[in-house]
C-alpha cells in the first residue's frame, strides 16, 4: 500500500474518533441544556453557541470522511455504461475539479479565518478563527484524499469501498 493511501486512511481514522467525541458531545451538552431549561428553569448560556460550532465542526470533518468513504451523493448510472478508457478520463476530471474546489476551501478559508481573527464569540470568547478554521483544515483533508483518488486512478487502481 502506497505511503499516500496510508496517510489518507490514518487520517480519516482519527477523523471518525473526532467526529464520534464531537456528536457524543454535541448530545450530552443539548440534552444538559434542556435538562436545565424545562427542569430547573435555569438557561445555560453557553451551550447554544458551542452545540452551534461543533456541529459545524461535524458537518465539514463528516464531509471528508463521506468523500473518502466514497459516501456522497452520485449518479453513476453513465459512469458505469462508459467504456474503460472514458471510464478512466472522466474520474479524473470529477478528481481534478474536486481537488480545484479544495483549494478554493483552503485558499478562501485561510483569509476568511484571517478576516475574523480579532472577533470573539459572545457566549464561550473563544476566537472566531478557531471556529472558521475548519474550512481550510477539512480542505486540506479534503486534498489529500482526492489526490489519493486521483493516483489510484491514474495507476488503475479500482478502490470500490
Known sequence: MPALEKLSLAINRWIEYLLFGFGFSMTVVVAVQVFCRYVLNQSLFWSEELARYLLVWLSFLGAS?????????GIDVLYARM????RKVSAATVH?????????MIFFGCRFAYFVRLQISPALYLPKWIVFSIIPISGCILMIHGITFLSQEWNGVRRDD
Do not use: E
Not at 83 to 86: E, T
Not at 96 to 104: K, N, R, T, Y
Open 65 to 73: 470522511v463521506a468523500y473518502r468513504r466514497k459516501a456522497h451523493p
Open 96 to 104: 481534478l475539479s474536486s481537488l480545484l474546489l479544495f483549494g478554493v
Open 83 to 86: 467504456p474503460g478508457a472514458l
